[in-house]
């Protein structure tokens, strides 16, 4: 009987094949190309808005660009809470509760590697994509957001050039064991975390995919956490998004079983209401009757520290049936920023958490959701 070859036998495209430098930058091209290609459309979609809104716009971020430099205080409040609750709902598992008996909680309150998740369309929730495929890892996510789809690209792009450069850095032939670390390494980039989009329609305006084939991969999917982002929210009236096909899958996502339920949204958006509601909160299951799904709301604390009377109230009625966890920004001695947690649960103004943001200085906010 012919023996076999064991030279022959097919090897292993991550253990035994030599890196091929030439594909990882023609990788990392092809993820450039199409993140580029996102922010074209979305270029493109600014240039279409109404002129009074484009206006509009610009004098919110002169007004963030002015407060921003006049504030030369060692605890300067962050400019881009988008950027900062992001972070924040990424990374609040890496840090222990302040020493508070009130707390009553050991468990994270946000995303934890190996979640499932289903993300909702919006510039926030694309912010908190953007954070996640960073710090976390094993999660497998399911969304409808093409912005995250961008991000997601832009990340594993980054990611692999900044191995590349470490390649580079490498003097002379490179051993067996360098190369087999560095097809491991390629490989756990690319395997990181797991990006499922749901297919259907896509809607320019909303940077989304909508319709019933969007319906349809959101009911298969059984996430352990569920981010949703909103363009207003009443305690007495509910949740809210602009648009008709919008709130159609919003309307599944809020409905949606799951362990966890997560709302983003802005201090501007809470007590806000506009065209089409997709869900009423009262109705649902409080986490304060210790049954269904508990339901956190992560908002900027900006309206608070400004005495907003309006924010007040409406704050008092929804702790009734949220857990509300606001945000604090500051820059501490030493130039670092920190993001202070509150808690609806707390009293007296006690702090719940302190986190230590990762980025220097958080960039100018430039849109809503």
Known sequence: MKQSNPKNKTQSPLKDRPLDEKQLKTRIEQLEKVNEQFRQDRDLLDKMLQQRAILQRGDYISTKLESASSDDSESTPCSDYKLVIAEVVARES??????????NTDKPLFVEDFDSVLLDAGSTIERIAQQLFEHRKYLTILTN???VWANFCGTTAKSLKELLEELKKTTGKASRAQKYSTSQKISEIQAKNELVLTGGRYAQMYDSLLGDQTIKAFETFSPSIVI???SGIIADEGLFCHGGEESNVKKHLWNTKTSKRIIAT????IGKRDSHRFG???????YLDGEGTETILITDRNRRLNNDNDYIREYEKLKKYLYIIEVECHREEGGDYFAYL??????DDKLLKKIKLKQSKPELLMGDD
């Open 266 to 269: 802005s201090s501007e958006k």
């Open 280 to 286: 009423d909160i009262q109705k649902s299951k409080s």
């Open 94 to 103: 890496e840090f222990d509760f302040e020493e508070n008996e009130a707390a």
């Open 342 to 347: 509150y808690s609806s649960k707390l009293k």
């Open 228 to 230: 949703i982002g909103t």
């Open 145 to 147: 957001n093409m912005g």
